[in-house]
């Protein structure tokens, strides 16, 4: 274990959490490593609309190209900004254990979303047309960066509230004391998860990184991800989708969404113990194709184009 494995990761506080956590569980193992931070064109680029920048992987292609180059042997990324296919070279080495998946709203200050208009801050088209969905009547503006920032950015503008995800903030301790659970808002495919990849050739990494895999969170992030992939055919698209266990069954919870929220489309499909859930996401994301998911994933494109 003479080797030292160089970490990539962005250098955001949360990322750098990440790496950090995957660094300690690497070294209890006797191995050696080191940490290499980047800034991505994700984080530098604040004032424009994620899904405008037509970038797949905007999060994570500053470490593809790192380790295509052999700048870092592996790379750590929150595994909902992971495209669904990887670059040539590059696989899927560990799914760590999920925290949790859940939305929750940080307000600041009384209001009643039934009546009043109130203004919500998210940079995500999936959290965008699910509170539009609810709530018609509200108004839902852009919100870019790093948690650190969007708290600030929370604070500093006079939205009402801000959607992030509950893993995120719990993890830095940035978790406030009060927040809401959007118990009825399905997550991003993999949310909560953390993913570690590594060069296809290289042997020792992927071997010691695979030690650090969580099963049930691998076969969940693997259908929630299939269901994504089969869906969105390469666009950036309002889908959400969560596997949960129930006993030795299998149960997916998906939709897709129109991005003003006007039109949704929802599955809720359970696999019988003892089923291959090798093509449970794909049979799913189907379904939803089949029934007005092919139309409505042709006018999010134009959408997303005009």
Known sequence: MSKTIRIGTRDSELALWQA?????KLNAMGYHTEIVAVKSTGDLILDVPLYELGITGIFTKTLDV???????????????????????????????ERATVSDI???KGYADFAIDAVTIATGSLRRQAQWLNRYPHHTVVDLRGNVNTRL???????????????????RIDLLPDSYTTLDWMIPAPAQGAMVVVA???DIFCYEAVAKLNHG???????????????????CTAPIGALVTFINSEIRLEGVLLSIDGKEKLHIDKVLPAGSNYMNFGNDC??????????GLMAQIKADLKN
């Open 105 to 107: 709203l940080v307000t």
């Open 20 to 24: 950090d956590t995957v660094e300690r």
């Open 199 to 201: 060069m296809e050739k």
């Open 66 to 96: 790192a380790m295509i180059n052999g700048q870092v042997d592996i790379a750590v990324h929150s595994m909902k900004d992971v495209p669904t296919a990887l670059p040539k070279g590059i696989v899927q080495a560990a799914v760590l």
């Open 152 to 170: 600030k950015k929370l604070a500093e503008n006079d939205w009402d509230g801000a959607i992030f995800a509950e893993a995120g903030l719990e």
């Open 285 to 294: 994301a189907d379904e939803i194709l089949q029934n007005g998911g092919a």
């Open 216 to 234: 049930p969170s691998d076969v969940a992030t693997y259908i929630e991800r299939q269901f994504l992939k089969r869906l969105e055919g390469g």
